[in-house]
């Protein structure tokens, strides 16, 4: 990292991850080509989950290539006397594979609890309701980095 200063250790880049509001999916196309889509996500025992629809092109690319990354963004504001903006961020390296059975309904709980946690037992008859219209994927973090600039 050009900037060790602003550098986040392991841990709090994982605190980052772990609270952030949403973060972008990096993957790759079968054909080469770069493809990022943002999304609600959960952290689980240090794996980042996410559902989506049972076929589409993000799956498509994870089917084609696992390996992704993950980018999250904290609190950010910009400072336009001083030409800077304040920012925390992090960036995980890993694997993607689909959740199944119990991993999954516990991805999807965490999600509900994450961003419905006032509406728990209609979320949870919410995905009992769409379980097999729904597909999770975990993606198993290699590695993780952060940066911040907090003034």
């Not at 080509?33 to 559902?51: D, G, I, K, S």
């Not at 910009?78 to 030409?83: A, C, G, R, T, Y």
């Not at 800077?84 to 959740?99: F, K, N």
């Amino acid at each position: 990292m050009r900037r060790s200063d602003r550098e986040l250790n392991e841990e709090q880049a994982m605190d980052l991850l772990e609270r952030g509001d949403y973060g972008i999916l990096g993957a790759v196309a079968k054909d080469g080509a770069p493809y990022t889509v943002p999304l609600n996500y959960c952290v689980v025992e240090e794996r980042v989950y996410f559902h989506c629809a049972v076929e589409g092109f993000k799956i498509e690319c994870i089917e084609a290539n696992p390996e992704v990354s993950f980018c999250a963004v904290g609190r950010t504001e910009v400072l336009p006397e001083k030409f800077t903006t304040l920012y925390e961020s992090c960036i995980v390296r890993g694997t993607a594979a689909e959740a199944l059975g119990d991993e999954k309904r516990r991805a999807l709980e965490a999600l509900v609890l994450k961003y419905s946690g006032g509406h728990y037992e209609a979320g949870m008859r919410y995905i009992e309701k769409l379980f097999e219209k729904t597909r999770v994927f975990g993606i198993f973090i290699d590695s993780i980095t952060g940066k911040s600039n907090r003034g």
